[in-house]
């Protein structure tokens, strides 16, 4: 009897945790299901207990960093504006510290350059290092 109350609650804990999403409630659901593992060997109340609290304080304190450093981090493919920092264009007017065009990818984009370089002809190969706005401040070169 006390492992199906053990396992309600381990089940009770991990469907709560989709309110919360911050891994406390899955770990104690956890410590509960070891708990209810332990029911099925052990009579005792306190071996339960137990086992449940040093289980729960394990997977508190050695999985759940790892899960929320996993399901925390930003994506590894760049998107939007970030996604033009380094990519190649192709200059279509004269680029230099006050304006021109490029295009990136297909698109027609307004452009500076590097403040200091000299002016960039039509079809010169040159690499997004910046996207100020609506502009791609560029540097010469792939």
Wanted: hydrophobic share 55%; net charge neutral; aromatic share 6%.
């Amino acid at each position: 009897m006390a492992a199906w109350i053990w396992l309600s609650g381990a089940v009770l804990l991990s469907v709560a945790e989709a309110l919360g999403a911050e891994f406390v409630l899955l770990m104690l659901g956890g410590g509960a299901l070891a708990a209810a593992l332990s029911a099925v060997f052990t009579d005792s109340l306190i071996i339960q207990l137990v086992v449940f609290a040093l289980t729960s304080v394990a997977l508190v304190v050695g999985l759940r960093p790892h899960l929320l450093r996993r399901f925390n981090q930003r994506p590894s493919i760049a998107t939007g504006i970030d996604a033009l920092i380094g990519s190649r264009a192709t200059v279509i007017s004269t680029v230099d510290a006050t304006g021109g065009q490029v295009k990136i990818g297909g698109e027609v984009w307004s452009a500076v350059g590097v403040d200091g370089h000299r002016p960039m002809p039509p079809g010169t190969s040159v690499t997004v290092v910046e996207v100020r706005g609506a502009t791609a401040v560029v540097i010469w070169g792939p």
